[in-house]
């Protein structure tokens, strides 16, 4: 038994390392230019033929859960299924060239993060749109950076953001990292930005609000235009988290509800892999005002030539080249295969699946009318104990404990992605799990790869190798 299988406790559910199966010796006798304490003279290499390789890399596949096993509705994180298509799209060799080849070599290349600008743009209603921050997060801090450049450049310092408490913890990040003071503002007793409490938090100090529409509870902020007004009368921005633009595509657009600045999760929107805090995409489009603080380089179209260009008050760069170019071709790939029409339909099924599957489980949806998610609550029961053993029924749990100010909550957003049956499915998860014993509940999962882990530790003090993994034990 090795720390594995100490850990899981069960020998059935542990796949070993390729190195501890048979493994054969190979000499190396060849001369080495690298320097000898680099090099080895053998090396000990898995014994193993192609369908055995293969299998323990299924085997281990399916020790994860993805939303290519089944439904997972995960509050706020839009586990939306990434079509295989887009894969194709940005596998094509053609794409592979070297960022630093000069614009007229890479017109093909340039074209593209063009007319991803400016689908961007056309969606979320605003005047230019930069692809390089490499996450949402990375998105928030430049959007940020941008607001703070435009007040600097209008000799207007301010020093603080305001944040709902609802929203996520990247938005208070951002907004400190930097340089503010985030003010912290208590959601309304339907779930929404109480204006009155806006109006005391709002001051000349204010550099922006950071919002998202529909809200953490899924709420549309209906009275966004008065938020608007309050913000800009007293010279701040709006700035819009994009997490749930999901819920708006082709009916409605933050620019026109008044946002100056924000950021597409396009992982969370356009059906691209999850960045993990860096190597996806998170976009940033900003109104015409700010529009030169963006930052370097843009891409622009001039008399059908495309080139890149340094925007006159730029910000500088937030990532190298043009970000990360394979998801950003996905993104592109995405919106250009759905189209108006079938951007609309996304956003429309999405809302229709969440108020779907909300009217077929017993729990108590406190704050509505919602669109895309909402926020359950587990009542007298504990959600994370509930979540765990949905996991049991083969489904993945909602987001759960957050946001704070409902109570045991399960954040749930199905996507349009999932059908009437699956739908039912998680429908029947809920419910099941709701109604098993809390001994049942609080033992669970039983029926997965790893039981009960401790997440806050697995957060906090990752080990990410199983070197050091081993080592340490
Ligand atoms: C509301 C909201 N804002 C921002 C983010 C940050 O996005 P990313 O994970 O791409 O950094 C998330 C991520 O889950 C989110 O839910």
């Known amino acids: 038994m090795n720390y594995d299988q100490a850990r899981y406790g069960d020998e059935d559910r542990y796949e070993p390392l390729l190195s501890e199966k048979d493994t054969t010796s190979v000499d190396v006798d060849e001369a080495s230019p690298l320097p000898e ?105 430049t959007g940020i950076l941008v607001a703070k450049a435009y007040h600097e450049a209008n000799d207007d310092e301010r020093s603080e953001v305001i944040v709902p408490a609802s929203a996520h913890g990247t938005n208070f ?11 912290e503002l208590p959601s309304g007793e339907d779930g929404r930005v109480d204006l009155e409490a806006l109006e005391a938090a709002v001051s000349e100090e204010t550099a922006a609000l950071m919002l998202t529409n529909p809200n953490t509870v899924g709420v549309f902020e209906r009275d966004i235009e008065e938020i608007a007004e309050i913000v800009h009368d007293a010279g701040g921005l709006l700035y819009y988290d994009g997490a749930n633009l999901n819920a708006l595509l082709g009916q409605a657009r933050p620019g026109d509800m008044g946002f100056d600045v924000m950021h597409y999760n396009v992982h969370k929107t356009f059906a691209t892999p999850h960045g993990g805090g860096g190597p996806g995409a998170g976009p940033v489009g900003v109104t015409e005002e700010l529009a030169e603080f963006l930052p370097s380089p843009q891409v622009r179209e001039r008399e059908g030539h495309y080139e890149l260009y340094e925007p006159e008050q730029s910000i500088g760069k937030v990532h190298g080249y043009q970000g990360n170019w394979l998801v950003l071709v996905k993104a592109y790939a995405y919106i250009a295969r ?34 895309h998610e909402f926020a359950a609550t587990a009542g007298d029961r504990d959600a994370a104990d509930v979540a765990k053993r949905m996991l049991d029924y083969g489904v993945h749990p909602p987001t759960t ?73």
Not at 173 to 183: E, F, I, L
Not at 435 to 440: A, K
């Open 173 to 183: 990040a951002s907004a400190a990292m930097a340089g503010y003071d985030v003010v």
């Open 338 to 371: 759905l189209g108006d029409a079938g951007l609309k339909d996304a956003a429309a099924k999405a809302v229709l699946n969440a108020n779907y599957l909300a009217s077929q489980i017993d729990l108590d949806i406190p704050y509505g009318p919602f669109h």
């Open 37 to 141: 304490d680099l090099t080895r003279d053998s090396l000990e290499l898995p014994r193993l033929s192609e369908p055995e390789l293969a299998r323990h890399y299924t085997r281990l596949s399916q020790m994860n859960w993805s939303v290519e096993s089944g439904p997972y509705p995960l509050g706020s994180c839009t586990m939306k299924y990434n079509p295989s298509f887009t894969e194709d799209v940005a596998a094509d060799p053609s794409g592979a060239v070297h960022p630093d080849r000069s614009d007229g070599t890479i017109q093909g290349t340039l074209e593209l993060l063009y007319g991803l600008q400016d689908y961007l743009a056309r969606i979320g209603g605003m005047d230019a749109v930069t692809l390089q921050p490499p996450a949402g997060a990375a998105g928030e801090f």
């Open 401 to 473: 404990k957050w946001p704070e100010f409902v109570p045991e909550a399960m954040l749930t957003e199905p996507t349009e992605a999932e059908s009437l049956d699956s739908l039912e499915d998680l429908a029947d998860a809920f419910d099941s799990a709701m109604n098993d014993s809390t001994e049942e509940i609080e033992s669970a999962p039983s029926k997965t790869t790893a039981g009960r882990i401790d997440q806050a530790a697995a957060a906090r003090n990752p080990r990410l190798s199983w070197r050091a993994l081993g080592e340490e034990e």
